[in-house]
């Protein structure tokens, strides 16, 4: 006889699926008034507030030679699997941007044993190790190019970060660091929604704060709202602050206008607190 499905037992459940998500939660308005002042006032509140406190290792020189005084810095606290995972198995690096910087950070990881890949469309060939990096030409975005353009093109360099992980199968970043010219806000909406969160150890992010970004639309404070909700996401994803940097000769422009004094440029750290690989 046909059975009730709903009654039968232990249905059989397909491989481990992450379901995409197609839009972020909106945290609820600062103040009733929605106003820019509110909004601003609680989203820089919390950029400029570490969640969490990261106590270096006492031989910290010896696993890593970076100054944790400039902008870019990770997080070596033995409570975290950084510094574990430099000295026991490699660790992974990702850095996402444009070939304009230093590349202090990734050179000291590289050379603690890392595997770093540095991201930067503007590179001649499309690989190219140097010393301890791998540098790729390719643009990550928070779209995949059209099938027909790229095909067009004979290999897209624009591709989400899910997609180039998966290229190179790669499933786990211990860092992943990002300067992204005005793209992070959606780019890290498109890694929110698409759960690749839990692959990230670590986040390192730059953020400018002197317009809305590309693609984010809405009047002032309900920008500064979905700034907002996204780093709120991020916390639900088991990320904390560890470490927030303003570089005080960045002008003091906050969508366009003095706003509280604002820079334009925090670089914030998290550390993804579930991180047990």
């Known amino acids: 006889g046909s059975e009730d499905p709903s009654t039968t037992c232990c249905p059989h459940r397909g491989p481990h699926k992450k379901t995409t998500r197609w839009h972020i939660d909106l945290e609820p308005w600062a103040g009733e008034t929605h106003s820019l002042e509110d909004e601003a006032r609680r989203f820089l509140n919390y950029i400029t507030t570490p969640q969490v406190s990261c106590v270096p290792p006492a031989s910290g020189g010896a696993v890593l030679e970076t100054s944790q005084e400039g902008?870019?810095?990770v997080c070596?606290?033995?409570?975290?699997?950084l510094?574990?995972?430099?000295?026991?198995?490699?660790c992974r690096v990702y850095s996402l941007g444009l070939g304009v910087a230093e590349r202090v950070l990734e050179r000291s990881l590289g050379g603690a044993g890392c595997e770093v890949h540095c991201f930067d469309p503007s590179l001649r060939q499309p690989h190219l190790q140097q010393g301890d990096m791998w540098l790729h030409k390719l643009s990550v975005d928070w779209r995949d190019p059209n099938p027909a353009i790229s095909a067009q093109r004979h290999?897209?360099?624009?591709k989400k970060l899910a997609t180039i992980l998966n290229d190179f199968g790669h499933r786990q970043l211990d860092v992943l660091k990002a300067d992204m010219e005005s793209a992070e806000w959606k780019i890290l909406e498109?890694?929110?929604l698409e759960g690749v969160l839990d692959s990230v150890g670590q986040l390192l992010l730059e953020l400018h704060l002197h317009w809305a970004g590309f693609e984010v639309?809405?009047?002032d404070p309900s920008v500064v709202r979905y700034w907002f909700s996204l780093l709120k996401e991020l916390e639900r994803a088991h990320f904390r602050l560890f470490r927030s940097y303003s570089d005080p000769a960045k002008p003091?422009?906050?969508l366009h206008k003095n706003v509280l004094?604002?820079?334009s440029a925090y670089t914030l750290g998290w550390v993804n607190t579930q991180w047990r690989h």
Do not use: C, E, M, V
């Open 71 to 73: 902008p870019w810095a």
């Open 76 to 81: 070596l606290d033995s409570k975290y699997s």
């Open 83 to 90: 510094a574990h995972k430099i000295h026991s198995k490699p």
């Open 155 to 158: 290999h897209g360099n624009t």
């Open 190 to 192: 498109n890694l929110i």
């Open 217 to 219: 639309g809405g009047d």
């Open 252 to 254: 003091r422009l906050f």
């Open 261 to 263: 004094n604002a820079s």
